[in-house]
């Protein structure tokens, strides 16, 4: 079975300091990896997702996240976070042809203070 | 419509009723999910649909839970005999030929 460990749970950031936040996954076969968002009171979005080429890949609002193959990786970034950038952070996986759906983290709430 | 849409958007139940919270995929989407998000367990799988296909229902938490979807389009999860633990957001999910996966708002349901 998969599982995916994101390693901060709360992140406090002020406006327009950098951002990263780590995402580790235990699959060993050919994956495909998502952060997905959810602001307050809103339903997940999609932010970016990686199935294969390029290991940076960029997603909406600013965000990439790069895939290290070898640690497991799919850490999400951003160099500059803005207030409008609170919300819920999750990373998720999914193998195969999907039926086992995606496999989630546990989350990050970040929180930008003004 | 343009996205997954799902109902009711809140369900409040008394302990040992049954529900039924409903999901419209988004159109041409042949995959369809359900996942749960309570604070204590994170966003779970619980089931997934490819067209008129039966599913694998070895995700769902407890045989009280149980999923149909109709002519490979609409869905709707039912759980009997509800408990205090089934309160949670229900989401509903679906996908076109890839795996990207496009989510509903959500049902929240309080057990009281």
């Known amino acids: 079975a998969q599982s995916v460990s994101q390693h901060n749970h709360h992140v406090i950031l002020s406006e327009a300091a950098s951002l990263e936040l780590g995402c580790n996954y235990s699959?060993?076969?050919?994956?495909?990896l998502f952060w997905y968002v959810q602001y307050p009171g809103q339903h997940l979005q999609l932010l970016l997702k990686y199935f294969s080429g390029d290991p940076l890949v960029k997603g909406i609002k600013g965000f990439e996240a790069e895939f290290i193959k070898s640690k497991f990786s799919f850490n999400l970034r951003k160099p500059s976070v803005q207030w409008s950038d609170t919300a819920e952070y999750f990373c998720?996986?999914?193998?195969?042809?999907?039926?086992?759906?995606?496999?989630f983290g546990k989350g990050t709430h970040l929180i930008i203070q003004p | 419509g343009a996205g997954v849409s799902q109902s009711p958007s809140n369900k409040v139940t008394e302990k040992g009723k049954d529900v039924e919270l409903r999901c419209d995929p988004i159109s041409g989407h042949t995959a369809l999910y359900w996942y749960r998000q309570s604070l204590g367990q994170g966003l779970e799988f619980l089931i997934y649909f490819q067209g008129n296909s039966a599913p694998d229902k070895s995700g769902l938490p407890s045989d009280r839970f149980s999923a149909e979807r109709t002519g490979g389009s609409v869905s709707t999860l039912t759980i009997q005999r509800t408990q205090q633990e089934d309160s949670a957001v229900y989401l509903c999910?679906?996908?076109?030929?890839?795996?990207?996966?496009?989510f509903g708002p959500g049902t929240r349901l309080t057990v009281l």
């Open positions: 999910a679906s996908s076109a030929a890839g795996p990207t996966t496009f």
């Open positions: 699959y060993g076969g050919t994956v495909n």
């Open positions: 998720a996986v999914i193998s195969g042809g999907g039926a086992d759906g995606l496999t």
